[in-house]
């Protein structure tokens, strides 16, 4: 990971490029006592210095898992959405794989540990998979949006695709039917070649 932003206006949220292009992470800094915390997740000077518009962002979301929940790799047809995801309680195993077939990192994937410790907040572009293990007893999951839920927009690939590889940490996750179903990187890339050939980072 290669950090940026370490001038005096970006020291409360310092900003992690990856080697997915797009794919960033930002880590605040929690201020903690005996009362509890206060951490700034984001702001929008720091999106803006990262290139990021905060005003992209028109939903957001959050659900709740219990532990071994799987939920992913979910993406958006068409044109995609970028998202900002972080972990509000709890630990989860988060992963991102970029889906664009056009770029050299196509099929690759990173992956990071989200929790309600060190509030690490995930922006994932337009064009990338994404998914997550929960690993404590229970984990909410917000994120951003900058496109209106569409349901006949969503796709998915196999958590499990071979090509992917992905460690997941725990065995025998919990499952939904559509997860258990999606279908390969392999079954999936002429469609991702036609929804995202246009993209870039």
């Not at 960033?24 to 702001?43: I, M, Q, W, Y």
Request: charged share 25%.
């Amino acid at each position: 990971m290669n950090i940026c932003g370490s001038d005096d206006r970006l020291s409360a949220v310092r900003v992690h490029h990856t080697s997915i292009p797009g794919l960033l992470v930002f880590e605040p800094e929690p201020k903690a006592d005996a009362r509890g915390f206060f951490v700034r997740t984001l702001s929008a000077d720091v999106l803006a210095e990262a290139g990021v518009e905060q005003a992209r962002f028109v939903q957001e979301n959050q659900s709740r898992s219990r532990k071994g929940t799987l939920r992913g790799l979910h993406l958006r047809a068409g044109p995609g959405e970028a998202k900002l995801v972080r972990c509000s309680q709890g630990r989860i195993f988060d992963v991102v794989v970029d889906l664009r077939p056009s770029l050299p990192s196509f099929g690759h994937h990173e992956s990071f540990q989200l929790d309600d410790v060190r509030h690490l907040h995930l922006h994932i572009p337009a064009g990338c998979g994404h998914g997550f293990q929960t690993l404590s007893d229970v984990a909410d999951t917000c994120y951003h949006h900058d496109q209106f839920y569409d349901p006949s927009l969503e796709a998915a690939v196999a958590w499990d695709d071979p090509e992917i590889a992905i460690p997941w940490p725990l065995p025998d996750p919990v499952l939904s039917d559509r997860d258990r179903s999606a279908p390969s990187l392999q079954d999936m890339r002429p469609r991702l070649e036609d929804w995202f050939e246009n993209l870039r980072p």
